[in-house]
Every structure is written in C-alpha cells, then in structure tokens.
T-cell receptor
Framework: RKEVEQDPGPFNVPEGATVAFNCTYS??????FFWYRQDCRKEPKLLMS???SGNEDGRFTAQLNRASQYISLLIRDSKLSDSATYLC?????????????FGSGTRLSIRP | DTAVSQTPKYLVTQMGNDKSIKCEQN?????MYWYKQDSKKFLKIMFS???????INETVPNRFSPKSPDKAHLNLHINSLELGDSAVYFC???????????FGDGTRLSIL
C-alpha cells in the first residue's frame, strides 16, 4: 500500500456542483495534514490545513478521519476557477525529520 | 515582494554539465526544502534544512548537493547532469517542519 493515495481523476463536474475527494494514508501515527492546489505549470499553494475537528473556509471543507485513515476535501458551489490539481500532504510523526509526503494529486475540471 | 524566489526559472543544458539553482525566502522561516516534480507530476521531497542544518536527505544521488549559507537561502548544485534529471524543481519554506509550506514558482530543468 502506498503511503499516501489519491484518486488521480479527472473529476469533471458542472459549475455549481458539489464535489468531494479523499486521500488515504497508511501510517496511523501521522500528525499533520494539508490540502494544496496546483494549477497547470504553477507551484503548489496551500489551500487549507486539516485539523482533527475539521476545518471550513468558505466553500471548502476539510475533514480528518483517523479511524479510517483518510482526509477529505469538499468543495461546494464549484467555480470554473476551482479547476486545478488538488494535492494532499501527510506528515507522519512529530520529529522535524519526519518525512513529508505529497499525494500524487486529484485533477478537478469544472465545466460551464 | 516575492516570498520564496528561485532562479533561474528555466534551465536548458547539456548532459554532463554542472548547474546550480538558487532559492531565497524573505518570510523569516526556519525550514527550507527542495522538491522534484517529474513528468508524471509526482512531487517528491529531496532535502530539508532547518536553520542551516540538513534534516531530511531522501534517497537522492550524491550528484545533488544542497547548501544553506544562512537560513534564508538554500541552493542546489547538481553535478554531471543526466537525462533523468529533467523535471521541475521547487524550493519551499515553512516556519517549522510541521507548518504549511510556501513554494517558489519552480525551476524547469531540461537536459539535452
């Protein structure tokens, strides 16, 4: 099993739809979780951190399910500008030497 | 004003050459990173430095040598470039190893 797995997509949804995707991780000791978005030929940019209690920022909601070892990202009322690749990041452990693992990304395409 | 800046943005060179990529951050962060993103868009950490000290050194050929003259700079020198080194290299920084990272806009390295 890969350390961090994401459905590569692409998810192709109409504008205004709600879309959700998950990211599973194998190390139950993982402590820090993030969602990034990456536009074509650009750098990854932080979308949101994922807290144990969940996190909401406008149309975006991130959840952590420790029992099943996955994090999720929900996008409501999707916009054309949401089209991008969404990367999850998992950091196992508390040490500064903990490996930082990026998922391979889920491609999202919003159509008019 | 750019938070994390890396130069050059594009680097086209011949196999066997030696090249360097520079990175500077003005965010006052303690931790800096180098990542490689290959043609399949998989983003993989190469090195991490905390206050000029090497923290993470993933399985990277020793032709790659990072250098951190101070905590605001992390340069990457590559000896004897090979075709497989063609990729986008991203520099990033964060306040600490478990905090969100800010990325530079990448150096696109092409080996002829």
């Amino acid at each position: 099993r890969k350390e961090v797995e994401q459905d590569p997509g692409p998810f192709n949804v109409p504008e205004g739809a709600t879309v959700a995707f998950n990211c599973t991780y194998s190390n139950s000791a993982s402590q820090s979780f993030f969602w990034y978005r990456q536009d074509c030929r650009k750098e990854p940019k932080l979308l949101m951190s994922v807290y144990s209690s969940g996190n909401e920022d406008g149309r975006f909601t991130a959840q952590l399910n420790r029992a099943s070892q996955y994090i999720s990202l929900l996008i409501r009322d999707s916009k054309l500008s949401d089209s991008a690749t969404y990367l999850c990041v998992v950091i196992p452990g508390y040490s500064s030497a903990s490996k930082i693992i990026f998922g391979s990304g889920t491609r999202l395409s919003i159509r008019p | 004003d750019t938070a994390v800046s890396q130069t050059p943005k594009y680097l086209v060179t011949q196999m066997g050459n030696d090249k360097s990529i520079k990175c500077e951050q003005n965010l006052g962060h303690d931790t800096m990173y180098w990542y490689k993103q290959d043609s399949k868009k998989f983003l993989k950490i190469m090195f991490s430095y905390n206050n000029k000290e090497l923290i993470i050194n993933e399985t990277v050929p020793n032709r790659f040598s990072p250098k951190s003259p101070d905590k605001a700079h992390l340069n990457l020198h590559i000896n004897s470039l090979e075709l497989g080194d063609s990729a986008v290299y991203f520099c990033a920084s964060s306040q600490s190893s478990h905090q969100p990272q800010h990325f530079g806009d990448g150096t696109r390295l092409s080996i002829l």
